[in-house]
């Protein structure tokens, strides 16, 4: 299991001051950014083209989630976009071994997220084709949901595998992680925390990402 990294989402931030709000979060691992396209989720956010603009003035890298169709065919343009992970959709990849390598060779980490009903069995072999798995702990498309806590045994199913294949790859959760539900997270063997709302609702989004992250650390013992 890597360090406790976490990772907040700008879904729930002031999308007029994108540069202003990233540069609120010099504490984060990773800023997460949530690509929706209205097809595959519900909602509507933005392309390549922003996330380029993003890159250049973030304080830490960017970690693409493509909620998106298609994404065999426009996961790489993230990568372009200056991404140093790019997540796509199981659900949503024809071919996720080719799209994994496809990721790596160029030059970002390779990660494939699962919506809650979607089981973990069936990709166990897939697993060390990948630098982090994302297990959604909400239904994808919005921030500020409830979190998932059916989606508890999947994480810890997700990390026995990846113990019994000695493998480093993170273990991402994403979907109403908070001060109250980040434990139970960690608890099950998560290591990359996203919290959106969580973080831009507070006062102080850095200090709140420490206070996750002590909360987070604190769990594991
Ligand atoms: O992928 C997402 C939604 O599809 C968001 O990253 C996620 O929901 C974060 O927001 P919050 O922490 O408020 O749940």
Redesign the pocket.
């Known amino acids: 299991m890597g360090h406790i990294q976490i990772t907040p989402?700008i879904?729930?931030s002031d999308f007029a001051r994108l540069g202003e709000e990233v540069a609120r979060i010099p504490g984060a691992d990773w800023v997460?950014v949530?690509v929706m396209d209205n097809h595959f989720?519900p909602n509507l956010t933005f392309g390549p083209t922003m996330v380029e603009a993003l890159a250049r003035v973030s304080p830490v890298p960017l970690d693409a989630?493509l909620?998106i169709e298609d994404a065999d065919r426009n996961a790489v343009a993230y990568v372009e976009a200056g991404c140093g992970s790019v997540t796509f959709h199981v659900e949503a990849a024809k071919a996720p071994v080719r799209l994994a390598r496809e990721i790596r060779s160029a030059g970002a980490r390779a990660s494939m997220a699962l919506k809650p009903a979607t089981p973990i069995e069936p990709y166990e072999d897939l697993l060390p084709e990948l630098d982090m798995l994302l297990i959604?702990t909400?239904e994808?498309?919005?921030?500020?949901?409830k979190f998932l806590d059916l989606c508890l045994p999947k994480i810890r199913r997700a990390r026995a595998m990846m113990d019994k294949h000695g493998i480093e790859t993170w273990l991402q959760v994403?979907?109403?992680?908070s001060l109250e539900t980040i434990e139970r997270c960690a608890e099950a063997g998560a290591d990359v925390f996203?919290?959106?709302?969580?973080v831009y609702s507070a006062d102080d989004p850095d200090a709140m990402i420490a206070a996750l992250r002590a909360k987070a650390d604190a769990a594991r013992g």
């Open positions: 989402s879904l729930n997460h949530d989720v989630h909620m959604m909400v994808p498309g919005f921030g500020g949901q994403d979907g109403g992680v996203v919290a959106g709302s969580a």
